[in-house]
């Protein structure tokens, strides 16, 4: 009876978990586009990005461009499409200082530091991300 017990216990157990992730079934509105691209800071349309705090948009990469921001203890690099959305012509995001908002009639606001969203706390997902490394005067953006 122990015997059965045990088993039927750890069935529960094995068969409640999920492997399927709520919040990343909802974020699949952007497509899954590769980037590759070499970004040097010697160059004068990345100057600003020698400062921390100053994002600058790159167009032509990602979904609908990738922002690139200097942090002050790095870089890090977002898409500029909205993950909220379908894509559309809203949804593209307009930097103003170092937040993105999407054009849409709900105005999404994301932390172009962090990704994360600011004005909506429903919102499920953040900016997509792409991976930063740097060497010397040289970011090499890809996913």
């Known amino acids: 009876m122990k015997k059965i ?54 167009p ?8 690139v921001t200097n942090t002050g203890t790095g870089f890090v690099a977002f898409d500029a499409a909205d993950p909220n959305h379908v894509l559309s012509t809203c949804s593209t995001l307009v930097i103003s200082g170092l937040e993105g908002t999407c054009s849409c009639d709900d105005q999404n606001q994301y932390s172009l530091f962090t990704g994360q969203p600011l004005n909506n706390s429903a919102l499920r997902c953040g900016l997509k991300a792409y991976r930063v490394e740097q060497s010397g005067n040289t970011l090499f953006i890809s996913n």
């Open 5 to 58: 017990f045990l088993i039927t216990i750890a069935y529960f157990f094995l068969t409640s978990c999920s492997n399927s992730d709520d919040a990343n079934n909802n974020c699949n509105f952007l497509p899954n586009i590769g980037v590759n691209r070499t970004i040097e800071l010697n160059l004068p349309q990345y100057n600003q990005l020698n400062f921390p705090s100053n994002p600058v948009p790159i």
């Open 60 to 67: 032509d990469e990602g979904v609908r461009g990738i922002i």
